[in-house]
């Protein structure tokens, strides 16, 4: 059934690979439409209860994939990125102070069918040069089919253009 986890305190950051898969709980399901969702998604980590500027998840490893998930009410970003390899998949991601997905540094981060709305700093926020210690100064992220059933997501920040590569936003 249903599960909502309110942290008391923030989460340390997901540095080492790892799969967070809210499919798996009972009764849960990915979606099968080619177009619009039918995901149910029964896992909820709700930051309503915690103080200022914190994100729900913080990603800073590589290797790392976040899916089946809502994340709201953080008062910050729902997922902040800060590594590479990453995926955001098949979430829910909403009513955030912050963005909804705000990639600061990395590369080769996937945003894929995920429906984020409703976040105060926009839906996909991507930092060029957020971190000069990072072996990739600007980030680059793939971003598919997202938010098939809310149209009002939005992205924003710099898209590094790679030669011989397609994007579609």
């Known amino acids: 059934g249903t599960q909502v986890i309110y ?52 990603i800073s490893g590589s290797g790392i994939t976040a899916k089946g998930l809502n994340i709201q009410n953080f008062s910050c970003d729902g997922i902040a990125i800060v590594g590479s390899g990453n995926q955001v998949l098949e979430n829910a991601i909403f009513n955030n102070s912050g963005a909804g997905v705000h990639v600061n540094s990395g590369s080769a981060n996937t945003i894929s069918s995920s429906s984020i709305h409703g976040n105060l700093a926009g839906g996909i926020v991507l930092e060029p040069n957020a971190n000069n210690n990072q072996a990739v100064a600007d980030p680059t992220v793939a971003i598919t089919r997202f938010a098939d059933a809310i149209p009002s997501t939005d992205v924003g920040g710099e898209f590094t253009a790679l030669p011989d590569t397609s994007y579609t936003v």
């Open 7 to 58: 942290p008391q305190t923030n989460l340390p950051a997901i540095t080492d690979p790892l799969v967070i898969d809210g499919f798996t709980q009972p009764g849960a399901s990915p979606n099968t439409l080619p177009t619009g969702s039918n995901a149910v998604r029964l896992v909820t980590l709700d930051g309503s209860q915690l103080g200022a500027c914190t994100a729900g998840l913080t």
